[in-house]
């Protein structure tokens, strides 16, 4: 991937060298995989774009393209008020997981605000380290988690950004994670987005 960037980038700055470009870094956009981002030296105009989707077996429960269409019930944060029952299929997988979100508390538990803290800090770390600007281009959480539950991590994720100075982007509009409840007409999570904006007016 690091090879492909540098031909690209060179190739684009030969018609647009003024542009500002966006890369990610391998593994769709993982932030612990920046630590094997590689760009050329001497390009500036450059904004690195990672994907913050931790903790995932809460962001991702009910979603059928990573085999967790049979997790259900997952609340932000744990532990849960009743342990997390896992269907047989998912025992294998998820049964230490579970054992740490059925008991553990505070930050010490998978599905933490930690875990989302400790990504960002990574982020941060890497671009004070290269001097380059960081942006999450995509966090969220999909619809089968509870509504309260996707408030909760949707308000952590976006004050965790902004506590570092790191620009933010929700996935997505109105689909299977979207900020728009087409419905009811109206946004899901605008204030877990917006709050400290709209108490002030601004």
């Known amino acids: 991937l690091n090879e492909i960037h540098a031909d690209v980038i060179a190739a684009i700055r030969r018609i647009q060298p003024e542009r500002t470009l ?22 500036d ?36 008020a009743e342990p997390l029952r896992l269907p047989d299929e998912l025992k294998e997988r998820l049964g ?44 969220g959480a999909y619809q089968a988690g509870d509504r309260a539950s996707r408030e909760t991590y949707t308000r952590a994720v976006r004050e965790g950004c902004e506590k570092r100075g790191i620009p933010w982007c929700l996935w997505e509009w109105k689909s299977g994670f979207g900020y728009w409840d087409s ?15 709209l108490s002030t007016g601004r």
């Open 22 to 43: 966006m890369v990610n870094p391998a593994m769709w956009a993982n932030v612990k995989k920046l630590s094997q981002l590689r760009l050329p030296d001497d390009e």
């Open 183 to 197: 419905r009811e007409n109206r946004p899901r999570l605008r204030e877990a987005l917006f709050q400290d904006s």
């Open 96 to 139: 230490e997981w579970t054992e740490k979100y059925n008991t553990l508390k505070g930050e010490a538990n998978p599905v933490s605000p930690q875990v989302i803290e400790n990504a960002l800090d990574i982020a941060a770390a890497w671009a004070e380290r290269f001097g380059r600007p960081v942006h999450v281009g995509e966090f």
């Open 45 to 80: 105009n450059v904004i690195v774009s990672v994907h913050s989707y931790e903790p995932f077996e809460f962001t991702h429960q009910g979603a059928s393209w990573v085999q967790l269409n049979e997790l259900k019930g997952v609340t932000f944060p744990g532990p849960p």
